[in-house]
């Protein structure tokens, strides 16, 4: 059975985000909210709720998943980041943009891009989200929901909840967001380089 907690956009209710925690660390998959439209997200070492969403976006082994973490530190343990990077994540992040770096040992190799072993990392402004991610105390392995044969993702959580019922253990409704997923940023020649135009101002990379 899917359930469907309405949260507080500005004042996410503690009582909603420890049962949508305990959801994730139960091997829960959920849908929740941030800054870029709503996402896919289960725990960083879930293999089982990792291949649900690769069935839900039928996507292949070459996807680069991201990890949504709580601050620039966290996210600095699972991808290698140099200076300049450094330097363009603080600018950019807390916001609705996904880098893509080399992936730490940290990271489990089944979230690794096969070849290049990158992982994309992000930081989000959202409440709802950055709430989640300090009660679970660890990134959250995420997706853009985006569904097959779509570009954009599902805004409305009420038509989430009916497109996902059964397929999905949560949705979080953080009210009605934008339909763009994420800017995606290459940052692995240490020169930004804009791989999927999306949320935020993607121009300011060119």
Known sequence: MTQFFQVHSQNPQPRLISQAVACIRNGGLIVYPTDSGYALGCHIGDKKALDRIRRIRKLDSKHNFTLVCRDLS????????????FRVLK??????????????????????????????????????ALALLESLGEPLMSTSLILPDMEETLANPEEIFETLKGRVDLVID??????????????????????RRGAGNPDEFE
């Open 74 to 85: 966290e996210l600095a343990i699972f991808a290698r980041v140099d200076n300049a990077a």
């Open 91 to 128: 600018n950019y992040t807390p916001g609705p943009y996904t880098f893509i770096l080399r992936a730490s040992p940290e990271v489990p190799n089944r979230l690794q891009h096969p070849k290049k072993k990158t992982i994309g990392i992000r930081v989000p402004d959202n409440k709802i």
């Open 174 to 195: 953080g009210g009605f967001l934008s339909d763009m997923p994420t800017t995606v940023i290459d940052m692995l020649d240490g020169v930004p380089k804009v791989v």
